[in-house]
């Protein structure tokens, strides 16, 4: 279980300014932009925990923001 969250904390930390980027032009708004990026990352948790292709990550990433982003508005 330890090694497990310490890959998703690799990840959060790796891919965490990018998401928070996207979501910062989504909605121009940085307290909005850090909600979406959190729940980006907590709505595909284990998603990104089994996966190894790096497109894939970032993929499901932004469109995770995408969607939280669509469904706050």
Do not use: C, H, W
Not at 4 to 25: I, T
Not at 47 to 71: F, H, K, M, P, W
């Amino acid at each position: 279980m330890k090694a497990k969250s310490s890959r998703f904390d690799s990840l959060v930390a790796r891919y965490y300014p990018a998401v928070y980027g996207v979501a910062s032009r989504l909605t121009d708004d940085p307290r909005e932009a850090i909600a979406l990026t959190r729940d980006a990352f907590n709505s595909t948790r284990r998603q990104l925990q089994n996966l190894r292709d790096e497109a894939a990550l970032a993929s499901i990433l932004i469109s995770a923001v995408i969607r939280a982003a669509l469904t706050a508005a």
